[in-house]
């Protein structure tokens, strides 16, 4: 069965940079969009930031102009560089390929803290 594997969370200082990835395991055909979500202690998911396969993308206002989201067709990856993190951006980022059907990553931690 196909997964979705993320990497690159971290604890990282306000301020600070981190790059997350996430690549399937096996071939997914057909992949729409491509996604990273987030979820903090006691708080609902939400969308981050999605791309969609003719590389058109939208973000959360909280982040525009400090993430970017890319994606790598051929290797059915997707990434998010995030800059200028603050403590807010505390969470488990999840990616999600949306294809025949949706696919989730288990999640990844990313602390921002000094």
């Known amino acids: 069965q196909v997964q979705l594997v993320e990497s690159g969370g971290g604890l990282v200082q306000p301020g600070g940079s981190l790059r997350l990835s996430c690549a399937a395991s096996g071939s997914i055909f057909s992949i729409y969009n491509m996604g990273w979500y987030r979820q903090a202690p006691g708080q609902q998911r939400e969308l981050v930031a999605r791309?969609?396969?003719?590389?058109?993308?939208n973000y959360a206002d909280s982040v525009k102009g400090r993430f970017t989201i890319s994606r790598d067709n051929a290797k059915n990856t997707v990434y998010l560089q995030m800059n200028s993190l603050k403590p807010e951006d505390t969470a488990v980022y999840f990616c999600?390929?949306?294809?025949?059907?949706?696919?989730w990553g288990r999640g990844t931690q990313v602390t921002v803290s000094s």
């Open positions: 791309i969609t396969r003719g590389g058109s993308t």
């Open positions: 999600k390929f949306d294809a025949i059907r949706d696919y």
